[in-house]
């Protein structure tokens, strides 16, 4: 326990004493300037560290609500930007409406579509059964008896479809399908039915 002479009397007294035991007077040790200093430093620094804390949090919560608010804003954006290429696509669709159908028992039931400015038309088989080795002809009746899939497809199945390109359409002269060059105007399909006996389809775009 320090001693310090008292501010009144000078006799020594405890600095932490609150009365003087000689003289009686109160505070009798006087704490110098560079103690009170010392605890108002340390009540700014605390000060400061909490305020420094509180004005992180706002700062933190406002960047979340920002990036919150951005992230909706690029979900709706790609979301209309979506349904405006679905309502282009469904616009720009070309299907090809069957022609004199085949007898029942030869028919078959198929989809064809191009969409767009696409290098490839969409066959789907709409049947029950699957379509063995299916022969494709674009325009059938025309261009040195039309153009053929080069393609091998050994099968198919209901339900799927197969993408023919244009790269892969080549007539008996050897000259490719070009789609700046040459229209779809008719296509024909010819196949085995896995369920027994051939089937055809004949459709026409038109243009």
Known sequence: MALKPCRECGEDV?????????CGVKK??????????????????MITIIAVGI???????????NIDETELTMT???????LSAR???????HNAEEVNPPSESRSLSARVVQIGTSTFISIYNDDTFD??????????????????HSKLVER??????????????VNNDGVL???????????????????????QWLGKWNN
């Open 14 to 22: 405890s600095t932490e004493a609150k009365t003087c035991p000689h």
């Open 28 to 45: 009798p040790i006087l704490k110098s300037d560079s103690q009170k200093m010392t605890k108002i430093l340390i009540w700014l620094f």
């Open 55 to 65: 004005v992180a949090i706002i700062s933190l919560s406002r960047t979340d609500e």
């Open 76 to 82: 709706e954006r790609a979301r209309l930007q979506a």
């Open 87 to 93: 309502m282009e696509l469904r616009d720009s669709i």
């Open 131 to 148: 379509w063995i080795a299916p022969q494709i002809v674009i325009n059938p009746p025309l261009e040195g008896g039309g153009f053929k």
């Open 156 to 169: 198919l199945r209901a339900g799927e479809s197969l993408a023919v390109y244009y790269k892969d359409l």
């Open 177 to 199: 399908f070009n789609g700046q060059v040459h229209d779809l105007s008719s296509i024909a399909i010819e196949c085995s039915k896995s369920s027994g006996g051939s089937g």
